[in-house]
Every structure is written in structure tokens, then in C-alpha cells.
């Protein structure tokens, strides 16, 4: 029996960041219902629309992320259809001339990298949002115009697991850039899933079954593999898959039927004549090159490949560009990469979650924080010594080379580090007599040497002299 192949593309809408909307000088933002419009978001005759430079600007940058060739000329079409939530009865997008085309995202999936390419990412206009009641439905304007972009993947993604690895690598450019927030949970970004399967053997793709507008990746996730089971069935039962929009429905597990699909030619797409060809010139393009930081899969790697770093921990810190740029910075004074990214993961975000602390709480200062961890490197303090320095730092506002200096450096010193274990073996005579009689006691009594220390004695040196003092017994 053939095997069906599925294959997915993603349609990724996301509201850009701006003061004013990207026509109007509506704000861009919250605001009490039906209160951040115009006449021209209304589309009031007579109105005409001015573009948005901070959104142009925003959207090249996510081209040029997204590694897309870029236009001469900035051009904007009508994209006309009819529904309520469209006062205008058209929405002003880029269909001949996006801002962005035939682009890539890599990312990471369990059998290697893998290219995801992009067919364009294009800069348009939001439309208003609406609440369906009952037997009637709500429209707030206030989203109406806010910018929006677009992008567009080929249909080259083939597991639910590749398609949220590349939507999480999106959002991730988008912060990354500050180009949007990105928070599902506001609407910032939605996704359009289209899903077909295709033979194993075909080179011809299936027919695709789209679902739109869905809020979140966990629903993405869903909906992708109750789709796929929902076209197998249908094909192994000798159906035949319908091209038609459909909604994924949580509560049923499913998606359900909302309408045949529309073609693109139907929206009889034409040039916007009230906005004229906008020349961008070099010098506007070179100066939002020059903007773009290091992104977050480039970073991942070179913390995995030249600092050796470990893979989680380099996705943990990667994944927020905010903890990236911390831990860059701190690397920056010359503390020891790995053992950094340690004490970032293994302690500090460890100690933010359980104390409901964000990285903006935390004001050890990276050259300080450098300091400790290379005092740490070099065996002059203890890991816990290390970690005890931060946390009380943290608690009472303090700088962390004072409590490093108030709490004394690591003791090395192999004759003191045996004179201490004899003093704990003298104090816990009931423990020797167990070591002797066979038991297991030398994690015990190296934490009874840990707390009579203060934590403070070299844990290598400590394990070799204890090691060397047990056997005499």
C-alpha cells in the first residue's frame, strides 16, 4: 500500500510594531473599542492613504531576515472582496511586487537541518476584528489598518513537528528584530494551515484543504495532525479530497467545512492608484542592512560549534534574545563560555522562575557577574560559593565583588583541606565506624565537610584528600 506524504504550507500574519496605523495616523495600539480610527480607516470617500516609513522600514528588515530578495520600488495593489470586518471593501496589500521574496528559514529538526523557503512575505493592512454572538456579531475598528505582514512559506514543511519548529523560528525573528510582539494571545500573530498528502512515489502535490486564522501553535499543532488523519481516511477509503477553507474546531478535534476555496484571481487584484510607486533607495536599504543583528539560529550555532556549549542549553539561550545578549555580553569580559551558560541555566533562570523574576530584575551588572564566574574557572571559589554570591546579591541589592570578598576566597590548601576532615572525622565518630564496618559514607561525610566549610573548600582537591585520609582509617 502507498504511503501518502503530507505537505504543509503556512500563511503567517503578524502585526508589526508602530505608533500609527499603516495608512492613517490612527494609532497603532490599545484603546477603548471603536476609538483608534479615522475617516480613512473607515474608507470614507475622499480619504487617501500615506504609507508607513517605521513599517516599511520593520517589514525589509524580516525580508532581509528571512534572506528574500528585496524590491527597487515599494508598490501596493487592491485585494477586493466583501465582508464586514473590510470597511473599504478592499484591503491595499502587495501581490505583483512583495517585500520580500524566495527567502529561507532554516531550522532544526531531529534528522538535521532542513531549508524551509519562503515564496514571499508581503506588507498589507489588518482588518477589523470581530465577536460573533448568537444571533449577531460585534466589530471593533480599532484593528483596522494596523500594519501586517504576511509571509508566506512554499509547500515544503511535511510533519506538524517541522511546522511548528519554523513558526517558533519566525517569532523568534520578529522578536529578535523588535519588529512585533508577536503574542498569540492578542491576535499578533495567526496562522493559515494549508495541508494535501500526496503519494509517496507522485511528484504531483494532493489537493490542499486550507484552515484559517488559528491563534496559537499548540492549535497549529492540532489541527495539522487531525487534518493529515482526516485526508487518510478520506483517501484510503477511496474518496476524494475537495479544495475548500475549512475551521479547526478544539472542542471537536476536527476541522469543519466553511466555504469552497477562492482562488487568488477571484480578488481581482490591481494596482493601488492612490499610492504611487515609492522608490527605495540605496542608502535606506543599506541603513536597515546594517540594523540587523545576529539571529537566533546563527547564535545557537556558534554557541554549540566554538563555544561548546551543549544544545539545550544553547537553545535556552538563544531563545530570548534579551538572555542571549546578556550572556554575550558578560562572555564579552572574558568569563569561560561554558561555564557561563552554567551558571545562566543551570542557576539563574532556575532561581527567576521559582522567584517570579524576570532577566530585568536581575541587576548584577555583566562585567561583575564575568568576574565571579572567572574567580569560579580558576578554582578560587566553589560553584556554590559562586551561586551563594549571586543569590545574596540578588535578595539584598548588593554588589556582587563585595559579598565575593566578604565571603573569602575557595580553600585549595590540601594540609588545611585534611586538617578540616579530620576535625569531622573526630566529630562524628558513630559515621567512621560505619565507613568501617563497610557502608557507603563518603557523599555524607562530604557534606558534612561542605557545611562545616560553609561550602568553601575545593570539591576536587576534597574528594582526593578525603579519598586519601579514608583508606588510612
Same mark, same amino acid.
Given at each position: ?7 504543509i504550507?503556512?500563511?503567517?500574519? $503578524? ?16 484603546g ?9 480607516? !473607515? ?14 522600514r520593520?517589514? !525589509? ?10 524590491p ?23 501581490f =505583483? ?12 529538526t531531529?534528522?538535521g ?6 515564496q ?6 489588518d482588518?477589523?476584528n470581530?465577536?460573533?454572538m448568537?444571533?449577531?456579531s ?6 483596522? =489598518? ?19 519548529? #519554523?513558526?517558533?523560528?519566525? &517569532?523568534? @525573528?520578529?522578536?529578535?528584530l ?7 494571545? !492578542? ?14 512515489e507522485?511528484? /504531483?502535490?494532493?489537493?490542499?484543504v486550507? *484552515? ?5 501553535? /499548540? ?8 487534518? @493529515? ?16 477553507? &475549512? ?11 466553511m466555504? $469552497?476555496?477562492v482562488?487568488?484571481?477571484d480578488y ?8 504611487p510607486?515609492?522608490?527605495? &533607495?540605496?542608502? #535606506? ?5 546594517n ?8 547564535? &545557537?550555532? /556558534?554557541?554549540?560549534?566554538?563555544? =561548546? ?31 557561563t551558560s552554567? *551558571? ?12 517570579f ?15 565571579v564566574?572567572?574567580?569560579?574557572s580558576?578554582?578560587?571559589i ?5 551561586k ?14 563585595d ?9 585549595s590548601?590540601?594540609?588545611? @583541606? ?20 563497610? /557502608?557507603?559514607?563518603? =557523599?555524607?561525610? *562530604?557534606?558534612?565537610? *561542605? ?6 573548600v ?14 588510612? !582509617?
Amino acid at each position: 500500500m502507498s504511503k501518502y506524504v503530507p505537505v504543509i504550507g503556512l500563511e503567517v500574519h $503578524s502585526e508589526l510594531k508602530s505608533n500609527s496605523k499603516n495608512f492613517s495616523s490612527s494609532k497603532n495600539g490599545e484603546g477603548e473599542v471603536n476609538t483608534n480610527l479615522c475617516p480613512l480607516d !473607515l474608507g470614507y470617500p475622499g480619504t487617501l492613504p500615506v504609507v508607513n516609513k517605521e513599517a516599511v522600514r520593520k517589514s !525589509l528588515m524580516v525580508a532581509m531576515a528571512l534572506n528574500c530578495n528585496v524590491p527597487e520600488k515599494l508598490c501596493f495593489d487592491r485585494k477586493n472582496y466583501y465582508y464586514p470586518d473590510l470597511p473599504k471593501g478592499y484591503q491595499i496589500t502587495q501581490f =505583483g511586487s512583495p517585500i520580500g521574496v524566495h527567502g529561507y528559514v532554516m531550522i532544526d529538526t531531529d534528522s538535521g537541518p532542513k531549508k524551509i523557503s519562503i515564496q514571499d512575505t508581503h506588507l498589507e493592512e489588518d482588518t477589523a476584528n470581530m465577536d460573533h454572538m448568537s444571533t449577531y456579531s460585534l466589530i471593533d475598528y480599532n484593528r483596522a =489598518g494596523v500594519p501586517l505582514l504576511e509571509t508566506v512559506t512554499d509547500p515544503c514543511i511535511n510533519s506538524a513537528d517541522e511546522a511548528i519548529l #519554523f513558526l517558533e523560528a519566525y &517569532r523568534n @525573528i520578529l522578536l529578535y528584530l523588535d519588529a512585533s510582539d508577536a503574542r498569540a494571545d !492578542l491576535g499578533q500573530i495567526r496562522v493559515d494551515v494549508n495541508v494535501s498528502l500526496k503519494r509517496e512515489e507522485d511528484s /504531483k502535490l494532493g489537493t490542499r484543504v486550507e *484552515m484559517k486564522n488559528i491563534n496559537s501553535f /499548540k492549535t497549529v499543532r492540532e489541527a495539522i495532525i487531525s487534518e @493529515i488523519d482526516r485526508q487518510t481516511k478520506i483517501l484510503e477509503s477511496g474518496g476524494v479530497i475537495e479544495q475548500e477553507t &475549512r475551521r479547526y474546531d478544539e472542542n471537536l478535534g476536527t476541522s469543519v467545512f466553511m466555504r $469552497s476555496k477562492v482562488d487568488a484571481v477571484d480578488y481581482k487584484y490591481y494596482r493601488e492608484s492612490n499610492i504611487p510607486e515609492i522608490k527605495l &533607495r540605496d542608502s #535606506f536599504i543599506d541603513s536597515v542592512k546594517n540594523c540587523l543583528p545576529i539571529l537566533e539560529y546563527e547564535r &545557537r550555532h /556558534k554557541y554549540i560549534d566554538v563555544y =561548546g556549549i551543549g544544545k539545550v542549553d544553547a537553545y535556552t539561550l538563544t531563545k530570548d534574545k534579551k538572555l542571549s545578549d546578556y550572556f554575550e555580553k558578560i562572555i564579552s569580559y572574558g568569563s569561560n563560555p561554558v561555564d557561563t551558560s552554567n *551558571m545562566i541555566v543551570g542557576f539563574l533562570l532556575g532561581y527567576m522562575n521559582k522567584n517570579f523574576l524576570s532577566l530585568e530584575d536581575i541587576k548584577i551588572n555583566e562585567d561583575d557577574f564575568s568576574s565571579v564566574i572567572k574567580m569560579m574557572s580558576d578554582g578560587k571559589i566553589s560553584n556554590k560559593q559562586a551561586k551563594d554570591i549571586f543569590t545574596k546579591a540578588i535578595e539584598e541589592d548588593k554588589n556582587v565583588m563585595d559579598i565575593a570578598k566578604e565571603m573569602g576566597s575557595q580553600i585549595s590548601d590540601k594540609e588545611e @583541606i585534611r586538617r578540616i576532615i579530620n576535625e569531622v572525622f573526630s566529630e562524628n565518630t558513630k559515621v567512621i565506624e560505619d565507613y568501617k564496618n563497610g /557502608k557507603n559514607v563518603n =557523599g555524607f561525610i *562530604m557534606g558534612l565537610i *561542605m557545611k562545616k566549610t560553609s561550602g568553601k573548600v575545593n570539591p576536587g582537591i576534597t574528594n582526593m584528600v578525603l579519598k586519601e585520609e579514608l583508606e588510612k !582509617l
